[in-house]
């Protein structure tokens, strides 16, 4: 059941408020709050509210500052995500908040207004909404400004629409009204037209400002009367444009079904071609060559086979407008224009503006039992309890949360606001207990220790109580590091000389008082040191006057001070250490995303906001190298947005998921663990709790503790999910414990060509291993003979000839049938070519790599095979052009059906399949068996005819992982993580 904050203003209301107070705590709806704020009563007002013991009732007192601040200061204490208003003088029906709550979920909408009674001071009671007839439904502005007495009292409202819109005392007796109207014109205000409340008319003289807005809200009558009569000549001319829309509707999909009737012909046409191809007759190879000929002047270039398969399967899937649009995309990508990088740009098919639309919501994991090498470092933002400078700036309580609560969505999907998950709330970081929470959390979650921004301006500390806190409280064991945050202060948040608050002066004393200032926090026990030295993180150096200067005299100060050596590690900005100039003064230097990130590709959004993509950015993790000598420590971010922030020229990043998060982390711990040793295995994270920024670890209303737990499975070696679709490997060498594993590879070689590609990812393969090759005519066994004789060193080479038939599936069958008994696993390649276009090659070269395309990989397959016994089938991630392609086929299931039938074996098969497309792979013999016992001969395989689809061997090619599962065993998909192609269609 969910919270309601009731909110109720009271100023000298001794005679009714304890009725006022019981009608809510008597409700029907128990979960609430009952948030009363006193605003100045001079009466016993204050008596009859301590009165009543009920847990559920909070008293808060403030001196004479009106009503609307009254119910303001009530929004901002409230902990409920629903908010209704009661008055000292009100009494509500036993039922209100309950029929509200449900009328509330029933019609998805942000607000509930319900009719009330008012009793004026003629002692007659007055209906609002006057009209009793009136329907449930929508509330429009003329609804609002049509009804006089309209009282906040009788909504119950989300509290999300009260972030930005809160009551304005300065309208007096018009407050309610005007806050109404901003309601219904920026949120979806429903009627429930019952009535469940009571109140006394207020007695409030007219101020000027009254006046002012009572002739506002004439003007607006008038104007809405004239709109409805305008909008009833639209309604029928939006009649007549949508018969027009309807008929070009109906127009699409008859080209729709053109174009379908056009790829069955072209696809019957390429099924004549390839037969063609396939023949030996000489009265045949003459109008071949030539449609080769012609074939080759379309699809020759970059690639343009690839371009045009994926278009056409675009216009059937997206139709034609839709392709036009992604096409335009591929062929005119939007210039970065913040750029920091020279390498290649990720060109992706369209602007994707929504973050992911439904992710996984995940409870709480404790990975306590795990240790890892990896000393991940959360940066740690401490803006979460109040301090006078940003009362004094912002107004009296600002923090952080102020912003978060701000946010609010821009654009479809936008994921705005964000709503910290219940067991933390929006916390205060004065309090110790949060600060003992959030190193729990941390903790058990594989997290090293917090880097925490450090706030100094010339000896002027800011935010400085979470540091102080960890200091007084020896016993929360968590490692921290003090970062500079050396950045003016500004309105707009970004550090510039904007409307500055308060300014980094650098003044001449400030290196020596800088470190006697920091002293007391590095000479901790807890404080995190490298070879018993202090760090001390530094984030803008390039912002400082002779930065070399204050460096040194830091190191100086520090000898002086009894510190002694130090080690100082900077933020790459949009420069690196090298190109601000420092790297010869400094120890380290890390990553800060997004900063020093390509931001590319980037699309506009309302408020001249700009996204960027998130998957461009982990797609170009893969090229990243060290370019400099100085040790870089790596970076990475959580799906970033900072809009909360900034009403316009905010940025956010957008097509973030959990895969990709973790997807990046593995990277970084690889490189990690490649150039540093275990005692210097730092990864920074940005960050623990930047929720202004929309990058943070700790839980949510949306995703609960999903994104921490994705991260703590990255750094702990662990597996993104227990059934993962997608297994990436590659990350590290694994050692092959016991005797190794009997292994066969059973290459079919119909193109001796490129017998020096094969050669060339056998050589990943260095355990004994047992080599068959089968192929179509004496003569190319011949060659494969000659080729491998000195260029293969496998255990046995046995090449065998088998008719043109089957395409590789049959001599695979054919060659081991009897013999996979003999091998614990089978891999299972072919020289896989398409002769009109690049595709083959390419699909081929994708699969040898993501089968035996390093020892690395070859090892985890092995492992992964020793560790589980029930993994049946290990086979790379479908090819991106192919995946859409990869269905059953009408005729695919019927001989499916009939050799499952063979084999005895009792598969429901799904409607939609996966299969290891291109028919490479790793397979457990015990695993497939079945297949391999029955009685198989030649004749069981069509000749070669240049058949695509609707024979026997397309029929095996789907069904090995079900023949797995009949046995009683699994599979896993996998990718190397060196793959650069895209990650996703």
């Given at each position: 059941?969910?919270?309601?904050?009731v909110i109720?203003p009271?100023y000298?209301?001794?005679k009714?408020?304890?009725?006022?107070?019981y009608?809510?705590l008597?409700?029907?709806?128990k979960?609430?709050?009952?948030?009363v704020?006193d605003d100045?009563?001079?009466?016993?007002?204050a008596d009859?509210?301590k009165?009543?013991?009920?847990?559920?009732v909070?008293?808060?007192?403030q001196?004479?500052?009106?009503?609307?601040?009254?119910?303001n200061?009530?929004i901002?204490e409230?902990?409920?995500?629903?908010i209704?208003?009661?008055?000292?003088?009100?009494?509500?029906?036993?039922?209100k908040?309950?029929?509200q709550?449900?009328c509330l979920e029933?019609?998805?909408?942000?607000a509930?207004?319900?009719?009330?009674?008012c009793?004026g001071?003629?002692?007659?009671p007055?209906?609002?909404?006057?009209?009793?007839?009136?329907?449930?439904?929508?509330?429009?502005s003329m609804d609002?400004?049509?009804?006089?007495?309209?009282?906040?009292?009788?909504?119950?409202v989300r509290?999300?629409?009260?972030?930005?819109?809160?009551p304005d005392?300065?309208?007096?007796?018009?407050?309610?009204t005007?806050?109404?109207l901003r309601?219904?014109q920026?949120?979806r205000?429903v009627l429930?037209n019952q009535?469940?409340?009571?109140m006394?008319?207020?007695?409030?003289s007219?101020t000027?400002?009254d006046?002012v807005v009572?002739?506002?809200f004439?003007?607006?009558?008038?104007?809405?009367?004239?709109?409805?009569t305008v909008?009833h000549?639209i309604?029928q001319?939006y009649g007549?444009?949508?018969?027009?829309y309807a008929a070009?509707?109906q127009?699409c999909?008859?080209?729709e079904?053109?174009y379908?009737?056009a790829?069955d012909?072209?696809?019957?046409a390429?099924?004549?071609?390839?037969?063609?191809?396939?023949?030996d007759?000489?009265k045949m190879?003459?109008?071949?060559?030539?449609?080769?000929?012609?074939f080759?002047?379309?699809?020759?270039?970059?690639?343009?086979?690839s371009?045009?398969?994926r278009?056409?399967?675009?216009?059937?899937?997206n139709?034609i407008?839709t392709?036009?649009?992604?096409a335009?995309?591929?062929f005119?990508?939007?210039?970065?224009?913040?750029a920091?990088?020279?390498?290649v740009?990720v060109?992706?098919?369209?602007?994707?503006?929504?973050?992911?639309?439904?992710?996984?919501?995940?409870?709480?994991?404790d990975?306590?039992?795990?240790?890892t090498?990896i000393?991940?470092?959360?940066?740690?933002?401490?803006?979460?309890?109040?301090?006078?400078?940003n009362?004094?700036w912002w107004?009296?309580?600002?923090?952080e949360?102020?912003?978060?609560?701000?946010?609010r969505?821009?654009?479809?999907?936008?994921?705005?606001?964000?709503?910290?998950?219940?067991?933390?709330?929006?916390?205060d970081l004065?309090?110790?207990?949060?600060?003992?929470?959030?190193?729990k959390?941390?903790?058990?979650?594989?997290i090293?220790g917090?880097?925490?921004?450090?706030?100094?301006?010339s000896g002027?500390?800011?935010?400085?109580?979470?540091?102080?806190?960890?200091?007084e409280h020896?016993e929360?064991?968590?490692?921290?590091?003090?970062v500079?945050?050396?950045?003016?202060w500004t309105?707009t948040?970004?550090?510039l000389?904007?409307d500055v608050?308060?300014?980094?002066?650098?003044?001449k004393k400030?290196p020596?008082?800088f470190?006697?200032d920091i002293?007391k926090?590095?000479?901790d026990?807890?404080y995190?040191?490298?070879?018993?030295?202090?760090?001390?993180g530094?984030?803008?150096?390039?912002?400082?006057?002779?930065?070399?200067?204050v460096?040194?005299r830091?190191?100086?100060?520090?000898q002086?001070?009894?510190i002694?050596?130090?080690l100082?590690?900077?933020?790459?900005?949009?420069?690196?250490?090298?190109?601000?100039?420092v790297?010869e003064?400094?120890?380290?230097?890390y990553?800060?995303?997004?900063?020093?990130?390509?931001?590319?590709?980037n699309?506009?959004v309302?408020?001249?906001?700009?996204?960027?993509?998130?998957k461009?950015?982990?797609e170009?993790?893969h090229?990243f190298?060290a370019?400099?000598?100085l040790?870089?420590?790596?970076?990475?971010m959580l799906d970033?947005?900072?809009s909360?922030?900034?009403?316009s020229h905010y940025?956010?990043?957008?097509?973030?998921?959990?895969?990709?998060l973790?997807?990046?982390?593995?990277l970084?711990?690889?490189y990690t663990?490649?150039?540093f040793d275990?005692?210097?295995r730092f990864l920074?994270?940005n960050a623990?709790?930047e929720?202004?920024e929309?990058?943070y670890?700790?839980?949510?209303?949306?995703?609960?503790?999903?994104?921490i737990?994705?991260?703590?499975k990255?750094i702990?070696?662990?597996?993104?999910?227990e059934?993962?679709?997608?297994?990436?490997i590659?990350?590290?060498d694994?050692e092959?414990k016991?005797?190794p594993?009997r292994?066969?590879?059973?290459?079919?070689?119909?193109y001796?060509?490129?017998?020096?590609?094969?050669?060339?990812?056998?050589?990943?393969?260095?355990?004994?291993?047992?080599?068959?090759?089968?192929?179509?005519?004496?003569?190319?066994?011949?060659?494969?003979?000659?080729y491998a004789?000195?260029?293969?060193?496998?255990?046995?080479?046995?090449?065998?000839?088998?008719d043109?038939?089957?395409?590789?599936?049959?001599?695979f069958i054919?060659q081991m049938?009897?013999?996979a008994?003999?091998?614990?696993?089978?891999?299972?390649?072919?020289?896989?070519?398409s002769?009109?276009?690049?595709?083959?090659?390419d699909w081929?070269?994708?699969?040898?790599?993501n089968?035996?395309?390093?020892?690395?990989i070859?090892?985890?397959?092995?492992?992964?095979?020793e560790?589980?016994?029930?993994?049946g089938?290990i086979?790379?991630?479908?090819?991106?052009?192919?995946r859409?392609?990869?269905?059953?086929?009408?005729?695919?299931?019927v001989?499916?059906?009939?050799?499952?039938?063979?084999m005895?074996c009792?598969i429901?098969?799904p409607?939609e399949?996966?299969?290891?497309?291109?028919?490479?792979l790793?397979m457990?013999?015990?695993?497939?068996e079945?297949l391999f016992?029955l009685n198989w001969?030649?004749k069981?395989?069509?000749p070669?005819?240049?058949q695509v689809?609707?024979?026997?061997?397309?029929a095996?090619?789907?069904l090995?992982l079900?023949?797995?599962?009949?046995?009683?065993?699994?599979y896993q998909m996998?990718?190397?993580?060196?793959?650069?192609?895209?990650?996703?269609?």
């Amino acid at each position: 059941m969910d919270l309601i904050s009731v909110i109720l203003p009271v100023y000298n209301q001794e005679k009714s408020i304890e009725r006022a107070i019981y009608s809510v705590l008597q409700q029907s709806w128990k979960n609430l709050e009952l948030i009363v704020v006193d605003d100045g009563s001079t009466d016993h007002t204050a008596d009859q509210i301590k009165q009543i013991k009920d847990s559920r009732v909070r008293y808060f007192y403030q001196q004479h500052q009106g009503r609307a601040a009254a119910r303001n200061r009530g929004i901002d204490e409230s902990l409920g995500e629903y908010i209704a208003f009661q008055c000292g003088d009100g009494s509500w029906h036993p039922l209100k908040l309950e029929k509200q709550m449900v009328c509330l979920e029933e019609t998805k909408a942000d607000a509930v207004q319900c009719a009330c009674t008012c009793r004026g001071q003629n002692g007659i009671p007055e209906r609002v909404p006057s009209d009793k007839e009136k329907p449930d439904g929508p509330v429009q502005s003329m609804d609002v400004l049509n009804e006089e007495m309209l009282p906040l009292e009788s909504v119950l409202v989300r509290i999300r629409c009260l972030i930005c819109d809160r009551p304005d005392d300065a309208l007096g007796s018009h407050q309610d009204t005007e806050l109404m109207l901003r309601l219904v014109q920026q949120w979806r205000v429903v009627l429930l037209n019952q009535v469940l409340c009571q109140m006394q008319s207020r007695d409030v003289s007219e101020t000027s400002a009254d006046k002012v807005v009572s002739r506002m809200f004439d003007t607006m009558r008038m104007a809405c009367t004239r709109e409805q009569t305008v909008a009833h000549g639209i309604q029928q001319e939006y009649g007549m444009l949508y018969q027009q829309y309807a008929a070009l509707q109906q127009q699409c999909r008859n080209a729709e079904q053109q174009y379908l009737d056009a790829t069955d012909k072209f696809n019957s046409a390429m099924g004549m071609y390839q037969s063609v191809i396939a023949s030996d007759s000489w009265k045949m190879t003459k109008p071949v060559r030539k449609m080769s000929d012609a074939f080759r002047v379309c699809f020759r270039g970059r690639g343009e086979a690839s371009i045009i398969f994926r278009g056409l399967q675009s216009i059937k899937n997206n139709g034609i407008k839709t392709t036009l649009r992604l096409a335009h995309h591929h062929f005119h990508p939007v210039a970065s224009t913040e750029a920091v990088q020279t390498t290649v740009p990720v060109q992706t098919t369209e602007p994707i503006l929504t973050c992911d639309p439904s992710p996984d919501y995940e409870e709480n994991v404790d990975f306590s039992d795990y240790t890892t090498d990896i000393k991940t470092l959360a940066l740690y933002l401490p803006q979460f309890h109040t301090f006078p400078e940003n009362d004094a700036w912002w107004g009296k309580g600002f923090t952080e949360w102020t912003n978060v609560r701000k946010g609010r969505p821009r654009y479809e999907g936008h994921d705005q606001p964000r709503i910290p998950h219940d067991d933390f709330g929006y916390y205060d970081l004065s309090d110790v207990e949060t600060v003992k929470k959030q190193v729990k959390l941390a903790k058990s979650h594989g997290i090293y220790g917090f880097a925490i921004y450090y706030y100094w301006f010339s000896g002027h500390r800011l935010l400085e109580k979470p540091l102080d806190l960890l200091l007084e409280h020896k016993e929360i064991d968590m490692p921290f590091m003090a970062v500079w945050a050396n950045e003016n202060w500004t309105r707009t948040w970004d550090g510039l000389a904007n409307d500055v608050l308060i300014r980094q002066n650098y003044a001449k004393k400030d290196p020596k008082n800088f470190i006697s200032d920091i002293k007391k926090y590095i000479e901790d026990e807890r404080y995190i040191r490298v070879d018993g030295k202090p760090v001390i993180g530094l984030y803008a150096p390039d912002d400082i006057p002779d930065v070399k200067h204050v460096l040194k005299r830091w190191r100086k100060e520090a000898q002086a001070q009894g510190i002694g050596d130090i080690l100082i590690w900077v933020c790459m900005g949009d420069s690196s250490a090298a190109a601000m100039g420092v790297a010869e003064c400094v120890d380290a230097q890390y990553e800060f995303p997004p900063r020093g990130k390509r931001h590319m590709p980037n699309w506009p959004v309302p408020d001249n906001g700009i996204v960027y993509d998130y998957k461009a950015l982990v797609e170009e993790e893969h090229r990243f190298t060290a370019t400099e000598t100085l040790p870089t420590y790596r970076g990475i971010m959580l799906d970033w947005d900072n809009s909360a922030r900034k009403a316009s020229h905010y940025n956010a990043w957008v097509s973030f998921t959990l895969h990709r998060l973790y997807m990046w982390t593995r990277l970084a711990v690889q490189y990690t663990r490649e150039h540093f040793d275990a005692d210097r295995r730092f990864l920074f994270v940005n960050a623990w709790n930047e929720w202004g920024e929309g990058t943070y670890l700790e839980p949510d209303k949306k995703m609960g503790y999903a994104r921490i737990n994705t991260l703590s499975k990255a750094i702990l070696d662990l597996p993104f999910s227990e059934h993962e679709e997608v297994a990436y490997i590659g990350t590290k060498d694994r050692e092959v414990k016991g005797a190794p594993p009997r292994i066969a590879i059973q290459a079919h070689v119909f193109y001796p060509e490129l017998m020096d590609q094969v050669q060339q990812y056998l050589k990943n393969i260095d355990l004994p291993y047992d080599l068959y090759v089968s192929t179509t005519t004496v003569e190319k066994k011949k060659a494969i003979m000659a080729y491998a004789r000195n260029r293969i060193h496998a255990n046995k080479l046995v090449v065998e000839v088998f008719d043109n038939r089957g395409r590789d599936v049959a001599p695979f069958i054919l060659q081991m049938h009897k013999r996979a008994e003999d091998y614990d696993l089978i891999c299972h390649i072919h020289t896989k070519r398409s002769l009109h276009s690049t595709m083959g090659d390419d699909w081929r070269t994708y699969l040898l790599d993501n089968l035996l395309g390093s020892k690395k990989i070859v090892h985890e397959i092995l492992d992964r095979f020793e560790r589980d016994d029930r993994l049946g089938i290990i086979f790379p991630e479908n090819y991106d052009v192919i995946r859409l392609f990869a269905v059953w086929g009408e005729e695919n299931k019927v001989y499916a059906k009939a050799l499952l039938k063979r084999m005895n074996c009792r598969i429901d098969l799904p409607d939609e399949i996966l299969f290891p497309a291109g028919d490479m792979l790793w397979m457990r013999t015990k695993a497939v068996e079945k297949l391999f016992r029955l009685n198989w001969c030649e004749k069981d395989f069509p000749p070669e005819e240049g058949q695509v689809d609707g024979t026997i061997m397309h029929a095996i090619e789907r069904l090995w992982l079900y023949i797995a599962k009949e046995h009683g065993y699994g599979y896993q998909m996998t990718r190397s993580f060196t793959d650069q192609r895209p990650l996703e269609l």
